[in-house]
Structure formats: C-alpha cells, structure tokens
C-alpha cells in the first residue's frame, strides 16, 4: 500500500490549502481513509475520516467547521480542504489506511501512512 500526501505548503492565517493524498496498493473504494496531523514536539492526532462510500465523515472538535475531508473512488484519492487556517494548525499532514474493509477504525487502528505535507501557517 503506498498514500502519497500533498498540497501542503505556507499559508498566511486565513487562508486555505486543498490536501491531497494518491492511494496504491489496495482497493480504495473499499477503506474508511483518515487524515491525521502531527505537530512540532507533539503526538499525531486525528484530524477527519470518511466512509468508503462517501456516506459519513468524521472530524475533531478543533478542526469542525474550517476542514473537509472528501474523496474520489474513481481517482483513488482522499482530499482535505482546509480553511481558515490556524497558526495552530501547523504541522505535517499525513493520510493514512486501514488495514480491514468496510469498516470505520477508531483513531489508533489505522495501519498503513502516507510520507504526510508539511502545512506551515505563519505571517
């Protein structure tokens, strides 16, 4: 399984990226994908997850309201828009898998992570 992240980059506070991350190695359209975030000196935390069709999506409470995580089984990519951009918000975004079908993982049952996208959010 390879999830290659990217759209990452700096973005003054207010502002927006668009994440994506390219899915390999299993069959998309049948995963639950999840976006997590690690920043400097802190653990990885979970950001948002999606059904694999799409049905229900998840976030944490910090993120509610400003991310969007969506996908497209066809491209075999998963996209989080971010807006209004924290400085808080700074850290690497990784994308990351499962390693079941058809089911949602809770935040520690994700097995397979992408290299993640650096978002810096600075004046």
């Known amino acids: 399984v390879q999830l290659q992240a990217s759209g990452g980059g700096l973005v003054q506070p207010g502002g927006s990226l668009r994440l994506s991350c390219d899915a390999s190695?299993?069959?998309?359209?049948?995963?639950?994908m999840g976006w997590f975030r690690q920043a400097p000196g802190k653990e990885r935390e979970f950001v948002a997850a999606?059904?694999?069709?799409?049905?229900?999506?998840f976030y944490a409470d910090s993120v509610k309201g400003r991310f969007t995580i969506s996908r497209d089984n066809a491209k075999r990519t998963v996209f989080l828009q971010v807006n209004s951009l924290k400085p808080e918000d700074t850290a690497v975004y990784y994308c990351?898998?499962?390693?079941?079908?058809?089911?949602?993982?809770?935040?520690?049952?994700?097995?397979?992570w992408g290299q993640g996208t650096l978002v810096t959010v600075s004046t």
């Open positions: 999606i059904h694999w069709t799409a049905y229900s999506t």
């Open positions: 990351a898998a499962p390693r079941g079908t058809y089911y949602i993982p809770r935040s520690n049952e994700y097995d397979y």
């Open positions: 190695g299993l069959t998309f359209s049948k995963y639950t």
